[in-house]
């Protein structure tokens, strides 16, 4: 898996899987894999990382 080489920002999210590539919510991509079952689940665990992340700050 190819990785992007700056970090991802809140505004980026959610991140969704298209194919073999993982693209920011600007279509821009950010990391292609071997696998789309790969990429979508990639996604999937970066959208609800993202998720806990902005109620922890907020809940705080």
Do not use: C, Y
């Amino acid at each position: 898996m190819s990785v992007a080489k700056k970090p991802l920002k809140p505004t980026d999210f959610p991140v969704t899987a298209e194919g073999q590539k993982i693209k920011k919510q600007d279509g821009k991509p950010i990391a292609s894999t071997e696998d789309a079952d790969l990429a979508a689940d990639v996604a999937e665990r970066l959208n609800d990382d993202e998720a806990r992340r902005e109620e922890d700050k907020w809940s705080a």
